[in-house]
């Protein structure tokens, strides 16, 4: 018996896919959170994904992000999320990554920004020049 770890289905002429180099996994992974700090509490960055919308998720290291166009029409307008290292950073849709979890698990060194889909997969993903 055999099992699957990944399957090797792909779109690549969708509307949906952009043809930038990809991370390593295409699903958003649910165990990375930050802290909202509007509230005080530790937030699963899955949590915030979830319902019919597009999600902008920007990482930056104090430095907010300049305003991203997207040139997806079934993306025009996303929920923007702001995930920063910035423990002074303030403000709705900010998250703040107090021990750098939610940078390594997508992987993220640099100000970056990823496109992720309804379902929750990744859509695109690109380095932010500041």
């Not at 597009?54 to 040139?71: R, V």
């Not at 025009?76 to 910035?86: E, F, G, L, Q, W």
């Amino acid at each position: 018996m055999s099992t699957t770890g990944r399957l090797t289905i792909a779109y690549p002429d969708s509307p949906l896919t952009s043809h930038a180099p990809q991370p390593d996994s295409s699903r958003v992974r649910s165990d990375a959170a930050g802290l909202d700090p509007m509230t005080g509490r530790r937030v699963r960055i899955f949590d915030l994904l979830r319902g019919p919308h597009w999600t902008l998720l920007t990482f930056d290291h104090g430095h907010p992000a300049p305003e991203i166009t997207i040139d997806n029409p079934l993306a025009d307008s996303p929920r923007r999320i702001r995930v920063t290292t910035d423990t002074t950073a303030t403000g709705p849709d900010t998250i703040i990554d107090t021990d750098g979890s939610v940078h390594r698990n997508y992987e993220i060194s640099e100000s970056a920004a990823m496109l992720i889909r309804p379902d929750g997969y990744i859509a695109a993903r690109t380095l932010i020049r500041l």
